[in-house]
């Protein structure tokens, strides 16, 4: 399983109208790929956002999509609504479970770390000793390592509520469950942005 994280960029006040035409656009055979997650970027982030992550079987289902995604006059079905679109190509942690849908939280966090030349290798080997306690407090959507642009990590966390969330990581840093070994000490830069599920999402 591969997957595709899509930032797109709508015309203020357009989000509603572009959720119904997004919809039928993910639904339809003529795209590759299955809708896993559709979320509204809440803090922290430009107004008028969406999210989009979406699992492919193989590499070369992907590329089929990519390259109807970048040749199309209208890449994701909504028209005039989309200003502008950001696609990245990840890969799993190989030690995770592929995306299940569910209803995981009402709000999800979605952190990128960029990471330190050959930083990889070590980050996932901390990962890999790390998440399953951590995964005891609150599940883990996924962790992926990026396979275009510069090297990084997302990491996709689900919680019951913000007030949660604080709770949650700050168990799991007194604890000492987290944050995982060899994990800041690869980290060049890092972005988080709190993010909502909309009425399309499969994950929610």
Not at 5 to 11: D, G, N
């Amino acid at each position: 399983m591969l997957y595709e994280l899509a930032t797109l960029s709508l015309k203020l006040r357009t989000v509603p109208k572009a959720l119904s035409a997004l919809e039928t656009y993910t639904t339809s055979h003529a795209t590759g790929g299955r809708l896993l997650g559709c979320w509204e970027p809440e803090h922290g982030v430009i107004v008028g956002q969406l999210l989009l992550l979406r699992g492919f079987e193989n590499a070369e289902e992907l590329t089929e999509e990519r390259t109807r995604v970048l040749t199309s006059p209208d890449p994701f079905g909504i028209g005039e609504h989309l200003t502008g679109f950001q696609v990245e190509s990840y890969a799993p942690f190989p030690f995770l479970p592929p995306v299940e849908p569910g209803h995981y939280g009402s709000v999800y966090e979605f952190r990128t770390y960029h990471l330190k030349v050959g930083g990889l290798v070590p980050t996932m080997a901390g990962w890999e000793a790390a998440v399953p306690e951590r995964t005891r407090l609150h599940p883990l959507t996924t962790a992926m390592y990026g396979l275009d642009g510069v090297p990084r990590i997302t990491h996709i966390w689900p919680f019951p509520d913000l007030n949660a969330r604080l709770e949650i990581r700050r168990e799991s840093y007194e604890r000492g469950i987290w944050p995982p070994e060899n994990g800041p000490e690869n980290i060049a830069h890092a972005t988080s942005t709190i993010a909502l599920p909309t009425p399309i999402s499969p994950l929610a």
